[in-house]
T-cell receptor, first 115, second 111 residues
């Protein structure tokens, strides 16, 4: 299974600033996903990031607020822009392992607190 | 619309005993996958078990097994011989074209 790392593991940010979260995979993968997990809540898909194309955003999430880059098959970034306290969440990236259809492996998450 | 419902916010079990976590779902698709994920306090989401909808046989992984009732759209997780390390949030999820998660069940394991 793929091994996924995320940076930073946690951060505390001021309102109005932006934070970029990095997701690194130890193997080449086609599909990468970004999720948000608000405090005490379940996971919600933000967007799907495929290399070489624009990310596909789910309802309620927009590119201006959550720009995503996918420069190659092992790396992606998610930026949380113009942050407000409501953006305080855990952000997780995941990948779909090509050998295991429909099976996703998750990174350790980034805990973001916005003051 | 796809939905996943976990009606048990919290469950507890004694070490070495068996516990069952409930999950129901709704989808109009005939081809889909179901998963149970475990999220310990470390936050790392770990896949526990998967079930393909086209398979009638219930999936098992060591101490973990599912009771998949396709007609009833039910997908419960049974943990046998519970261990302290099983304590975590457990999320049921449905994958048609994207993963949808239930609200989770917090499992406590008492020695």
């Amino acid at each position: 299974s793929a091994v996924i790392s995320q940076k930073p593991s946690r951060d505390i940010c001021q309102r109005g600033t932006s934070l970029t979260i990095q997701c690194q995979v130890d193997s080449q993968v086609t599909m990468m996903f970004w999720y948000r997990q608000q405090p005490g809540q379940s996971l919600t898909l933000i967007a799907t990031a495929n290399q070489g194309s624009e990310a596909t955003y789910e309802s309620g999430f927009v590119i201006d607020k959550f720009p995503i880059s996918r420069p190659n098959l092992t790396f992606s970034t998610l930026t949380v822009s113009n942050m407000s306290p409501e953006d305080s969440s855990i952000y997780l990236c995941s990948v779909e392992d090509g050998a295991l259809v429909n099976e996703q492996f998750f990174g350790p998450g980034t805990r973001l607190t916005v003051l | 619309a796809q939905t996943v419902t976990q009606s048990q916010p919290e469950m507890s079990v004694q070490e070495a005993e068996t516990v069952t976590l409930s999950c129901t779902y709704d989808t109009s698709e005939s081809d889909y996958y179901l998963f149970w994920y475990k999220q310990p306090p470390s936050r790392q989401m770990i896949l526990v078990i998967r079930q393909e909808a086209y398979k009638q046989q219930n999936a098992t992984e060591n101490r973990f097994s599912v009771n998949f009732q396709k007609a009833a759209k039910s997908f419960s997780l049974k943990i046998s011989d519970s261990q302290l390390g099983d304590a975590a949030m457990y999320f049921c999820s449905l994958d048609t074209d994207k993963l949808i998660f239930g609200t989770g069940t917090r499992l406590q394991v008492f020695p």
